[in-house]
């Protein structure tokens, strides 16, 4: 496999759980990496920062909230000002806001559609345009296996998730023809703050539901983030590649 050095990897959600992951895999394979985090206490992120910069690691960390397009648009600004090109993109950021559909306010819609679905269009809006002018890049999106199957108390993210899987073949099929790819990867149950908010009951039926038995884990997420933009996957574009222990097939 190729190496990847000293290309820009931005990572949305990079501060912990999966988007974590990713920053070290592409960041051990010799990449500069940003990430974007949310939370205002910035221990996670600082924590991550720190890990890759004790690496040795040319890393940023920067609070974004990806649903504003005007935050998101400054931010990048900012990139290709420091570091003037964004070689890889991973739309990682994506938030829950779980309950059934008698019970879910026009807020907990607006706010999933915001972060998983808006802010994937901010960030590949932002990016595109030189990606193009270098007739080349990568784009992962993450997606979920509940954008394929539904879950239900999830009508908010299923759909935001779903979202994204057309939006990422909609995108493969636009920029193809100028060096770029998009691919989108969707996890199934991994272990992350995400899921360890999910009540025990709940956790019991998605073990029973995957025929490996067991939850995913971040870095098993991150390699195939990884694989898709290294030389190895270069005739891929437009798929979604479920990373999920067998639960959809
Ligand atoms: P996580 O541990 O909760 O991390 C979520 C990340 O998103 C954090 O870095 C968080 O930053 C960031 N974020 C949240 N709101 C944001 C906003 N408005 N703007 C920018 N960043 C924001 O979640 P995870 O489990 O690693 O999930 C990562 C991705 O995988 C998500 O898209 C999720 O939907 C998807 N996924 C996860 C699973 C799973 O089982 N865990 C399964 C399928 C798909 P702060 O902490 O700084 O707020």
């Given at each position: 496999?190729?190496?990847?050095?000293?290309?820009?990897?931005?990572?949305?959600?990079?501060?912990?759980?999966?988007?974590?992951?990713?920053?070290?895999?592409?960041?051990?394979?010799?990449?500069r990496i940003?990430?974007?985090?949310?939370?205002?206490?910035?221990s996670?992120?600082?924590?991550?920062?720190?890990?890759?910069k004790d690496?040795?690691?040319?890393?940023?960390?920067?609070?974004?909230?990806?649903?504003?397009?005007?935050?998101?648009?400054?931010?990048?600004?900012?990139?290709?000002e420091?570091?003037?090109?964004?070689?890889v993109?991973?739309?990682?950021?994506?938030?829950?806001?779980?309950?059934?559909?008698?019970?879910?306010?026009?807020?907990?819609?607006?706010?999933?559609?915001?972060?998983n679905l808006?802010?994937?269009?901010?960030c590949?809006r932002?990016?595109?345009r030189?990606?193009?002018?270098?007739?080349a890049?990568?784009?992962?999106?993450?997606?979920s296996?509940?954008?394929?199957?539904?879950?239900?108390?999830?009508?908010?993210?299923?759909a935001?998730?779903?979202g994204?899987?057309?939006?990422?073949?909609?995108?493969?099929r636009?920029?193809?023809?100028?060096?770029?790819a998009?691919?989108?990867?969707?996890?199934?149950?991994?272990?992350t703050?995400?899921?360890?908010?999910?009540?025990?009951?709940i956790k019991?039926?998605f073990?029973?539901?995957?025929?490996?038995?067991?939850m995913?884990?971040?870095?098993?997420?991150?390699?195939?983030?990884?694989?898709l933009?290294?030389?190895?996957?270069?005739?891929?574009?437009?798929?979604?590649?479920?990373?999920?222990?067998?639960?959809y097939?």
């Open positions: 496999m190729a190496p990847i050095d000293g290309r820009v990897v931005v990572i949305t959600g990079g501060s912990k759980g999966i988007g974590r992951a990713i920053a070290f895999k592409f960041a051990q394979e010799g990449a940003v990430i974007g985090h949310y939370d205002p206490d910035e996670a992120a600082r924590q991550t920062l720190n890990g890759l690496k040795g690691v040319v890393a940023e960390a920067h609070k974004v909230d990806v649903s504003s397009y005007a935050a998101v648009d400054e931010w990048f600004k900012g990139i290709f420091r570091l003037e090109r964004v070689d993109l991973v739309n990682n950021a994506g938030i829950t806001q779980d309950t059934l559909l008698m019970r879910m306010d026009e807020a907990d819609w607006d706010a999933v559609l915001g972060v808006k802010g994937v269009f901010n590949t932002a990016v595109v030189s990606m193009i002018k270098e007739r890049g990568r784009i992962v999106n993450i997606s296996v509940v954008g394929q199957i539904g879950n239900p108390g999830q009508a908010n993210y299923a935001s998730k779903a994204v899987m057309g939006f990422t073949k909609t995108t493969a636009e920029l193809a023809g100028r060096g770029i998009v691919n989108g990867v969707a996890p199934g149950f991994v272990d703050e995400m899921t360890a908010r999910l009540p025990e009951k019991e039926e073990l029973r539901q995957i025929p490996m038995g067991r995913g884990t971040p870095d098993e997420v991150a390699e195939v983030v990884y694989w933009c290294s030389d190895a996957a270069s005739y891929i574009t437009g798929q979604i590649i479920h990373v999920n222990g067998g639960i097939m």
